[in-house]
């Protein structure tokens, strides 16, 4: 099925080539920012019929595309069947979470995309990856900006929760498949 990606550099259609098309799959999106535009799950929950939960700050922003609500406003109206949650995704207890919106232990899709890179890597620390596995996982490490030491150190720390690296998306994303995962 040919697909319009919604998000920035095509990580939504990854995911799908991945998981192989998969329908009523789940995800967790650590800075999702906007419902629609250029957001990785969007794509998944609306045509395929995943869900899960979506992250982020959203500070002040307002939404051009929703009669300038908040970006948070935007997600009920514009996204009323998600999950989302208005928080510091350094600061989150992602176990009891996961746990409260029983999402289950082998979760299809993780997408990491905070400002900088160094606080996405942060938030990566903090889940529960002994406990909790991830199919697919697009990582914004922006290499562009960041040195290489950085991107190796990432990538070690997926590689030691069983996690392949896949390829890199135009110098801005890694993608990884968890190793006991298959679609």
Known sequence: ?????????GQDLEVLKHTKNKKNGTFVDIGCYCP???NNTYL???KYGWSGISIDLFGDYSHEGSNMQTLYESWETE????????????ELDYAKLFKENNLPFEIDYLTLDLEPPMVTFEALKKLPLDTYTFGIVTFEHDGWRMDKEFIEQTRAHFKSYGYTWVKDIRNQDDVYIHESIQY
Do not use: F, H, T, W
């Open 44 to 46: 998944l929950e609306k």
């Open 79 to 90: 996204r009323p069947g998600s999950c989302v949650i208005k928080g510091d995704a350094v």
């Open 1 to 9: 099925m040919e697909n319009y990606s919604y998000s920035q550099i």
């Open 36 to 38: 629609i535009d250029i």
